[in-house]
């Protein structure tokens, strides 16, 4: 099932002579358990995609679908509540609110929806022992490392029913082997059947998705083909 | 990067822990190279006959040249190996990089679009990146010497996509600033190649 469907979107700024094009007829489609990562040089329309994604921004044409509903015909309102309950966002720089406890952070999105505070309380705990940080809920960002941080906003994106998640440069801000306990939490959420759409211009990181697509001046130009098996790498060859 | 010195330094490395017979030093070479780097028994005892007549193994000296042969290093092995893991790989001249030689060749034919071929060498890498990343998290987390196999070639690899990045903003900008700079050649050498003597 296709958790997310872009059909032929595009997105221009400005009038006249100050138009921009940032992205031209898009089509990209995630299943449910899918990552996809989306690389391309700066200004390529990546973080403009990922917006119109997350249903943040309106394509100026085109159709995008969120869990098989079409957004065109939404009401700001019903936008609104589809963000809070089907899709979570990664950021580079983390986004947690200062004044809240890990906890607290990961039961915010659910409580803005209306779940009460203590079962919000309750799921968010859940899923930050699911995450390994049982033991730092009751910590303030400000208390926990950059990895720890960026692990308490990923149970934050997936906290509830949440099944799309959209990340931007999710490990950029981390050293490589910390980026990577990242990735591979993205990565087993998405086996757990969850969507993912990776923005990144890093070829390690987008290399645990799969599927890359490349974005160029707004326009998707290439994909890689389906995962082969790594047991080519693996084999014999000339090597002493 | 594993090439018959490697192998060579490898087994002394294997031998500096105690006398060891041939077919356990090929077992214990690729385990500890994660097996990405399989070798077949001729080539350990080709290699072992090399170091002993270089004076730096010693075998037990039974006439058999069987799994049962055992083997020590010697002073000089131990030294040789102290030396080699100290000594940086000469990386010091650029080499004869055939990627290179492409991008180079195609931003200069007519015809040929040089970032639709810049993009091809992109995908491509990017593709191998994934295999490597699925050995990763399938068993590397268990396996640390696998996991630096695998992260050494996933950085090699991501290194030669960045310089394909930076080729690509190069000759976008060069195209809006010095549209001369891209145009077919006419004969002239690249200067670069003049200045830093690409070893041939």
Redesign the interface.
């Known amino acids: 099932m296709s958790m997310l469907e872009l059909r032929d979107v595009s997105k221009i700024y400005g009038h006249g002579a100050a138009q921009v094009t940032a992205l031209s007829e898009i089509s990209l489609t995630v299943d449910a358990g899918a990552m996809v990562a989306v690389?391309g040089?700066s200004g390529s329309g990546k973080s403009t995609l990922l917006t119109i994604a997350g249903s943040l921004e309106d394509p100026t044409r085109g159709e995008v679908r969120i869990g098989g509903t079409s957004l065109g015909s939404m009401s700001r309102n019903d936008k609104a509540r589809l963000r809070r309950r089907t899709v979570g966002y990664v950021f580079q720089d983390f986004n947690l609110l200062a004044g809240l406890t890990a906890a607290e952070n990961v039961a915010l999105p659910l409580e803005l929806d209306g779940t009460p505070a203590r079962t919000a309380r309750a799921v968010s705990l859940e899923t930050l022992e699911k995450l390994g940080l049982a033991e730092r809920a009751a910590r303030f960002p400000d208390e926990l490392s950059g990895g720890e941080r960026q692990r308490v906003a990923i149970a934050r994106a997936v906290v509830g029913e949440r099944r799309l998640l959209l990340a931007d440069e999710p490990s950029g801000a981390l050293d490589s082997v910390t980026g990577?306990e990242v990735m591979?939490l993205l990565?087993n959420a998405c086996k757990q059947g969850v969507a993912a759409v990776v923005v990144t211009?890093?070829?390690?990181l987008?290399?645990?998705?799969d599927r890359?697509v490349?974005l160029?001046d707004g326009r998707l130009?290439?994909?890689?083909?389906p995962?082969?098996?790594?047991e080519?790498?693996?084999t014999?060859g000339p090597?002493? | 990067m594993?090439?018959?010195v490697s192998?060579r330094h490898a087994l002394l490395a294997l031998l500096s822990e105690g006398p060891k017979y041939g077919l356990q030093l090929r077992e214990e070479f690729e385990a500890r190279t994660g097996?990405?780097?399989?070798?077949n028994v001729g080539?350990v005892y080709t290699t072992l006959q090399r170091l002993e007549r270089d004076g730096l193994v010693e075998s037990d000296g039974s006439a058999d040249e069987g799994p049962q042969k055992g083997f020590r290093i010697t002073g000089a092995g131990a030294d040789e190996l102290a030396t080699w893991l100290r000594t940086p790989p000469d990386l010091s001249a650029p080499p004869r990089d055939e990627l290179v030689i492409k991008v180079l060749v195609a931003m200069r034919l007519p015809g040929t679009d040089v970032?639709e071929v810049i993009?091809a060498h992109?995908?491509y890498?990017?593709?191998?990146?994934?295999?490597?990343?699925?050995?990763?998290?399938?068993e590397a987390?268990y396996d640390v010497s696998l996991a630096l196999v695998v992260d050494a070639e996933?950085?090699r690899?991501?290194s030669v996509?960045?310089w394909l990045?930076s080729a690509?903003?190069r000759l976008k900008r060069a195209a809006a600033d010095q549209p001369d700079q891209i145009q077919p050649a006419t004969g002239a050498l690249p200067r670069f190649r003049r200045r830093v003597g690409v070893r041939r």
């Open positions: 690389m040089p990577e591979r990565h211009h890093d070829a390690q987008a290399s645990w998705a890359v490349f160029r130009v290439d994909q890689t083909a995962p082969r098996t790594p080519s790498l693996l014999p090597r002493q | 594993c090439g018959s192998v097996e990405v780097w399989p070798l080539q970032h993009q992109r995908r890498l990017v593709e191998l990146m994934q295999q490597w990343t699925r050995i990763k998290e399938d987390s996933l950085f690899l991501d996509i960045r990045d690509d903003g």
